[in-house]
């Protein structure tokens, strides 16, 4: 019996990561674009490339090779050993989309495994609510570039896990793995390491997950070896990237400069006064976003952002003490998110699947209440509901991207600005025949071999980001 209460959800989660994987595989455009089709996959690609060569961390597309600042060099590094088997931009693409629907296929069953166990919501729940924003439209166009955002959802997702690992360890003094609270914990601090050696994000997600360890953890030895093990590489990779930058040379546009350089610009008080606009703007923004990949009609798109806001915020405070760690870095994340000074629609999707978890618990919590007060029909009606709005959702995807593929042809906007629309225009403005039309540094190197000329001599006023 519990053999069977063990397997049940380990094959859901299997069967959950393929279905994941199979969406992004069958659905992607983005996937058959010329390298560079978005300004990071071209700069990603670049970075490994100039690893590969021992040209070291230099951004090689622009004129006099400067000193790359802004991007954590864990996507890079892998980049690079790809850069050893295949020579070309496009074979490199093609492996790392392969890892990158491996990692999204991983994180997806990962996040069922902690939805389905540790939290103990219901399949149609977290199908729903988790796994379904894995198949939005933008998510299968972004994950299957040559981005960062799979691996750190895999980090993400993985760390989570391991936190609940830790945080349920009952003995410290055992060694033997599985149960072992310290191996878990090295585990742990290596995964977080990793999540902000890939994503500078990461920093958030180790912050977060190592205090909800110190208010949840019995035994300091396992949180100061889960710190040590996080900290260490990030602190001695930044401290190396600070000492090479204050001597060398580093570009000057702002696409190329550290994130808090960006973030940091002029007085405190004008920073203050610019983040107040920035999280309004930013909140309308994600939630009409949110909202037309939800539905056509624009008012139940907004209702359903505010239901599923709701339903997230109650979840949140259901979940303070059974799952602190999940609270902490979704209350990061959203911060993050809400106060970043550049809206892209990317960023939300990493997102989407914790909040899901969230949302999820609080209705299976409210579901579950509805049963003890007799409402045991009144239960089931709700999951056929949440099941039949999440195929539509999932119908409502299809329709978006066969839009988007509609009205490039017919040169018209389409119903949903999607990346399945503006994507494979972009690759086509930058292929060599059209090398007047390039304007994104790493696709012009990527593709024609020519560079752009922007750099600076003196050191940033900062530490890199």
Not at 73 to 92: C, D, H, I, N, T
Request: hydrophobic letters at 55%; a positive charge.
């Amino acid at each position: 019996m519990g053999s069977r209460r063990i397997m049940s959800p380990l094959i859901e989660a299997v069967l959950a990561g393929l279905a994941v994987a199979i969406v992004l595989y069958s659905t992607s455009v983005s996937r058959h674009l010329l390298p560079g089709a978005f300004n990071d996959d071209g700069v990603y690609l670049a970075l490994g490339r100039a690893l590969s060569a021992g040209a070291g961390y230099r951004s090689t597309y622009l004129v006099g090779a400067p000193l790359q600042v802004k991007y954590p060099p864990g996507l890079p590094a892998l980049l690079a050993v790809l850069w050893e088997f295949a020579k070309s931009p496009g074979q490199v693409q093609s492996l790392a989309t392969a890892i990158n629907i491996g990692a999204c296929a991983t994180a997806a069953g990962i996040l069922w495994w902690i939805g389905r166990v540790s939290l103990g919501i219901p399949a149609v729940l977290v199908a729903a609510f988790t796994i379904l924003p894995l198949m939005f439209d933008p998510a299968v166009q972004y994950f299957t570039l040559v981005l960062s955002e799979p691996l750190f959802l895999l980090a993400t997702a993985g760390s989570l896990l391991l936190y609940d690992r830790v945080r349920r360890a009952v003995d410290p003094d055992a060694m033997k793995w599985p149960g072992a609270p310290l191996d878990y914990s090295v585990a742990l601090g290596l995964v977080l390491a990793a999540a902000a050696l890939i994503r500078t994000q990461g920093v958030v997600l180790m912050i977060t997950l190592l205090l909800a360890l110190a208010l949840d953890l019995h035994f300091r030895r396992g949180l100061a070896i889960a710190a040590a093990a996080a900290v260490s590489p990030v602190a001695a990779w930044y401290l190396v990237a600070w000492a090479r930058a204050r001597h060398a040379m580093l570009a000057s546009q702002a696409s190329e400069t550290g994130y808090l350089t960006f973030l940091l610009r002029g007085q405190p008080n004008v920073v203050m006064l610019r983040e107040a606009h920035v999280i309004r703007d930013n909140l309308n923004d994600y939630a009409s976003l949110l909202a037309g990949y939800l539905s056509g009609w624009r008012l139940a798109g907004v209702l359903a952002c505010v239901v599923l806001s709701g339903l997230a915020v109650i979840g949140l405070a259901l979940l303070r003490r059974r799952n602190r760690g999940l609270v902490f870095v979704l209350v990061g994340y959203v911060v993050v998110l809400l106060a970043w000074p550049v809206y892209q629609d990317r960023f939300l999707l990493p997102l989407l699947p914790l909040l899901g978890l969230a949302s999820g618990y609080s209705l299976h919590v409210i579901a579950g209440r509805w049963v003890t007060f007799g409402g045991g029909r009144l239960r089931t009606v709700l999951m056929a509901g949440v099941a039949f709005g999440g195929v539509a959702v999932f119908a409502r995807q299809q329709w978006i991207r066969s839009d988007a593929e509609v009205a490039s042809r017919e040169h018209r906007q389409p119903a949903v600005y999607t990346p399945t629309f503006w994507l494979p225009g972009n690759a086509w403005c930058w292929r060599p025949a059209r090398q007047s039309r390039f304007s994104i540094p790493s696709a012009r190197w990527m593709c024609a071999n020519r560079k752009a000329s922007s750099f600076r001599s003196r050191p940033p006023p900062i530490a890199p980001a």
